[in-house]
């Protein structure tokens, strides 16, 4: 009994010992992780002379000048909405035209059928200069650079091939019984991509939405070359803030900041269609 009681009270100490470690791991990586954020975070609301201070101070009156100074000196909220308007053109067109060519490759027998998803893949890491110049040129001559739809349209150039490749894998993995078993019961094939395999795959939709959202949002080179003042990004922007003689830290550290809000709150958005999708795609026995 003595032995048994030891070697429980020994497991016990074993495993509060492995959760210790465990946390503190955790507190460890965040702590690293979240550490430049809360800097940035710092930065933006800093007064100017205290910026560069050295050793840094950390207690001060929290200023929002550099937030104002963001549309007063750099029209910078202006880039936001052009930003917003160019990535959510991107994931809208990327995501449906990658559901329809993912069904097609997923469904559909053909020849070729196997290389084409390695095919598409193998353009994401296509240099971004080999495409946009030539495209550049071509626009030029129609005078459509600096518009949204061209800075939309070479932005599916890296997006649209990573959607089509992730919801082909999706899509590839959902059991063909239940298209046959929707066919039975009248289903054509837009009927059942419509009722069965996007409630499924709604979780798959969400991740590649994010991913494709992220993507053109971070996107510089493209819109470096296709823009000129109507349609910069928040990417292009940023390059503003270093000027001749000094880097205007507190407005670039501001700008970050406002640049990180639509992408958390579609995260946070489409986090909540991830697990609706989920519970909607259950299938019950």
């Known amino acids: 009994m003595f032995c048994e009681g030891g070697q429980k009270m020994h497991e016990e100490w074993k495993n509060r010992v492995i959760r210790i470690v465990l946390v503190l791991g955790y507190v460890f990586f965040f702590a690293v992780y979240l550490f430049p954020l809360a800097w940035v975070g710092l930065t933006a609301v800093k007064p100017t002379e205290l910026i560069m201070s050295s050793p840094p101070v950390f207690r001060f009156q929290p200023i929002l000048e550099h937030f104002i100074r963001l549309q007063t000196e750099w029209k910078f909220y202006g880039r936001v909405l052009n930003s917003l308007i160019i990535s959510s053109g991107t994931t809208f067109i990327s995501v449906g035209l990658g559901i329809v060519t993912a069904f097609a490759l997923s469904r559909y027998n053909f020849r070729g059928k196997t290389f084409i998803p390695i095919w598409f893949l193998s353009n994401r890491f296509l240099p971004a200069v080999a495409v946009v110049l030539p495209l550049f040129l071509m626009f030029q001559k129609f005078r459509l650079v600096d518009t949204y739809?061209?800075?939309?349209?070479?932005?599916?150039?890296?997006?649209?091939?990573?959607?089509?490749?992730?919801?082909?894998?999706?899509?590839?993995?959902?059991?063909?019984?239940?298209?046959?078993?929707?066919?039975?019961?009248?289903?054509?094939?837009?009927?059942?991509?419509w009722k069965i395999l996007l409630p499924i795959a709604a979780p798959s939709i969400a991740v590649t939405a994010i991913f494709a959202f992220i993507f053109s949002w971070n996107e510089f080179f493209i819109p470096l070359v296709l823009t000129r003042s109507r349609v910069v990004p928040v990417t292009v922007a940023f390059a503003g803030f270093k000027q001749q003689f000094r880097f205007d830290w507190g407005g670039m550290s501001a700008a970050a900041m406002v640049c990180l809000v639509p992408l958390f709150l579609m995260v946070t958005v489409l986090h909540k269609h991830v697990v609706r999708g989920m519970t909607l795609g259950a299938v019950k026995g």
């Open 149 to 193: 739809i061209v800075v939309i349209l070479a932005n599916l150039i890296p997006t649209l091939p990573f959607s089509i490749w992730l919801l082909y894998g999706f899509l590839n993995d959902i059991p063909r019984e239940l298209d046959d078993a929707a066919r039975v019961d009248g289903c054509g094939n837009l009927m059942v991509l």
